[in-house]
């Protein structure tokens, strides 16, 4: 099985990038499953109803959040729809789910999304104790666990890729939108990668406008952050999975200019 994970979609341009691009994607990398980060497409912050609706024409399996989950209020009409998940490690109680189960011919494979805690801006539960409950929850009913760890300190992934080694089928960071070269197969058949990338403007700071951009930085003050625009692209990787054990065989990145 080949599963293809888009990385933090930045934007409505972004969004119609992926449209244009993602039936090529599937079918030369022949792919069974997709996961796209989407906490960033409407507008930089959030997802809309509409937004929404476009990734399912797409057929985009599973869709996972982050810190701006709640930055649109539409996100209160389809948060229960099943292939929406967003930060398990969001306080107990909150509504929408951490976690999904998706069948896929004989495959049952588990997609899960975290919240780091170092650097961000959000309250959240430990996301280490949070992702062995839910592990040690689902482990005997699927076959395939990926977990999507949307978080701003490296070392806070790479730990995690070590707590999870061999548990999990495979980790994939998403937030930096800065897609990182450490692609590996662990050992023990755990796929890891600090980060897919974005998928979003080209010429920007990680998908918002230069210029607004660098006055924060050289003056210090407040400046309302806008999307770029012109050319898109796309990053995210590929992992395969041998079925018969259901371990990672490989992982390679993929960039659409």
Known sequence: MNVLIIGDIVGEAA????RENLPQLKQKHEIDFV???????????????????ELKEMKIDAITMGNHTWGKKDIFEFIDDPILIRPANYSKGVIGKGYAIFKRGEKK???????GRTDM???????????EEIVEKIKEEVDDILVDFHAEATAEKIAMKYF?????TAIFGTHTHVQTADEQVTKKGTAYITDVGMTGAIDSVIGMDIQAAMKRFITSMPERYKLAEGSQMINGCVIAINDENCRATNIYRIQVK
Do not use: C, H, R
């Not at 912050?45 to 937004?51: D, F, H, V």
């Not at 999870?164 to 999990?168: M, W």
């Open 121 to 131: 801006a959000v309250q959240s539960d430990n996301p280490f104790t949070t992702v």
């Open 15 to 18: 969004v119609k990038k992926l």
């Open 164 to 168: 999870l080694d061999g548990k999990v």
């Open 35 to 53: 996961i796209v980060n989407a906490e960033n497409a409407a507008g930089g912050m959030g997802i809309t109803k509409k937004i929404f609706a």
């Open 109 to 115: 494979i588990a997609v899960i999304n975290l919240i």
